[in-house]
């Protein structure tokens, strides 16, 4: 997938797919057995799909800030 320091959006892709899910497994193992199973699903969609893009973004994009 990674070749030469060139690499496909598909393995990218999943590359920060599985970053995603280990950032929310970190904070649901904080929670587990004491949340319901509604909220524990919504927490874990905003961390994958709005505080984890957002954070990567900031720190691994060439024209991020903290780059």
Same mark, same amino acid.
């Given at each position: %997938?990674?070749?030469?320091? $060139?690499?496909?959006?598909?393995? =990218?892709?999943? @590359?920060?797919? +599985?970053? !995603? ?9 904080? %929670?587990?057995?004491?949340? $319901?199973?509604?909220?524990?699903? =919504?927490?874990? @969609?905003?961390? +994958?799909? !709005? ?17």
């Amino acid at each position: %997938v990674f070749v030469m320091g $060139k690499s496909s959006f598909t393995g =990218l892709f999943f @590359f920060e797919l +599985a970053l !995603a899910a280990a950032a929310s497994t970190i904070a649901s193992a904080c %929670v587990s057995g004491r949340m $319901k199973f509604g909220a524990y699903a =919504l927490m874990n @969609f905003i961390i +994958a799909g !709005a505080i984890y893009p957002i954070c990567a973004y900031w720190a691994w994009s060439p024209t991020a800030w903290l780059f």
